[in-house]
């Protein structure tokens, strides 16, 4: 009761600073009356390009359900929502749109049926060309319609009160993200274009305030919307991890390198959008991150540790885990990836290879005949202090990270 009032209280200050800040919405009006030709095979086309780097699939296509027709569950710690029918059907959908409209969701938020929740990444497709978002429009108006209903998202009290969608827009959405890096290459500021506009990295790369802003100050900084946390981005964040440029663009061609395979939100990400992206692109966006003078990726440190500690995770790692990812941690190809330098082993927090190992990770097919088969989750097989100890081990021996899992950590992590 109390966290409801807190934020109730939290809503109603946002309100009243931005009634007083605010003498008229900060909104810009989008052109109007633009033609776009629905029937121009060349814009489609370009649209169904555009579509996949901005992955609109991901969530607008459920797994068993029509292209974009909607239902895709989005956790948030506001609720949950729900990817909407972006198909051409005109009850559901948005055969009724304009391209006016369509301009108008990507780049304010708003759309003939009123205000949407920035769960819908607007705060970054609103850095898209004109020229491109009637190329995606054109392109989703040429699919078959899907008379699929709209879910409401599920929010508990006060997050509900969709009205309030304006004044949080009128005090976050003007420069959601602002980003200071230059560039001078190319590649470098059409990477800048395909990552903020298009594939909207920042929406969980970056983290985010108190409301559920993205913070400005800390582009692809690394953020904890969901269960596995969104890694940092940046070039010393990915340097640390040992990221070259040529590892990146593998990575996001195929979904795997040296440094492991995608797994949790990004999987869909390479699946539904970058392995199909020219190398152009993925080297533009490979560039960006890294910079146009990318940092000497970090060789693996050596950590001192407690040998009675490194002896007791090993026996435990041998007998869970190396009759897939091998003896000395060097993986199997088609089975499990290598943990020795892995990306998610040598991450300074231990987030998201704890929760790996406790929950598992389901069987994931990649570009081409590559797949990787299930990886069990021990959450109920192992216990904190055997977590923890797999877990210094991998960290220390093979990802050079300080031994300084606790199994209260483990504990606390546990559904």
């Known amino acids: 009761m109390m966290s409801a009032l807190f934020f109730l209280l939290r809503i109603a200050l946002l309100t009243l600073v931005a009634v007083l800040s605010t003498a008229c919405s900060n909104t810009h009006d989008a052109p109007d009356g633009a033609k776009v030709d629905t029937h121009d095979a060349a814009l489609i ?40 029918n972006i198909t051409p059907d005109a009850q559901h959908g948005i055969g009724k749109w304009t391209a006016d409209d369509f301009y108008g969701a990507l780049h304010e938020g708003v759309s003939p049926n009123g205000q949407l929740y920035p769960a819908m990444p607007y705060t970054s497709y609103r850095q898209m060309s004109r020229a491109d978002s009637d190329a995606i429009y054109a392109y989703l108006m040429s699919l078959k319609p899907a008379a699929v209903t709209n879910r409401e998202p599920d929010l508990s009290f006060p997050f509900n009160l969709r009205f309030a969608v304006r004044f949080w827009k009128m005090l976050f959405l003007e420069n959601a993200l602002p980003d200071a890096s230059r560039g001078e290459s190319a590649d470098w500021n059409r990477g800048r274009y395909l990552a903020n506009a298009l594939g909207h990295c920042a929406e969980c790369h970056t983290p985010r305030g108190a409301f559920g802003q993205l913070d400005g100050a800390k582009p692809l900084a690394g953020g904890a919307l969901g269960r596995i946390h969104a890694p940092d981005l940046t070039p010393e964040g990915l340097g640390n991890r040992g990221w070259s440029a040529r590892d990146l663009q593998t990575f996001f061609a195929t979904g795997i390198a040296p440094q492991g395979s995608a797994f949790g939100e990004m999987h869909p990400v390479v699946h539904l959008s970058s392995q199909y992206m020219t190398p152009g692109d993925l080297r533009a966006i490979s560039t960006y991150v890294l910079g146009d003078k990318p940092i000497a990726p970090t060789p693996l440190q050596t950590q001192s540790s407690d040998a009675a500690q490194m002896a007791a995770g090993r ?71 055997e977590l923890a100890q797999v877990a210094n081990y991998l960290r220390n021996s093979l990802g050079g990270q300080p031994a300084d899992v606790t199994a209260n950590v483990v504990h606390a992590l546990r559904r």
């Open 45 to 84: 086309e370009r649209g169904r390009y555009l579509a996949k780097a901005a992955d609109c699939a991901a969530c607008h296509t459920s797994r068993d359900g029509a292209p974009f027709a909607g239902g895709v569950k989005l956790d948030s710690p506001f609720g949950t929502f729900y990817g909407t």
């Open 315 to 385: 026996r435990a790692y041998l007998s869970v885990c190396a009759g897939c990812h091998g003896f000395e941690g060097e993986g199997k190809p088609h089975v499990a990836v290598s943990m020795r330098g892995n990306s998610t082993v040598r991450q300074s927090d231990a987030h998201n290879l704890i929760v790996s190992m406790l929950d598992g990770i389901d069987e994931q097919a990649f570009p081409g005949l590559e797949h990787m088969q299930e990886m069990p989750g021990f959450a109920n097989t192992l216990s904190d202090d």
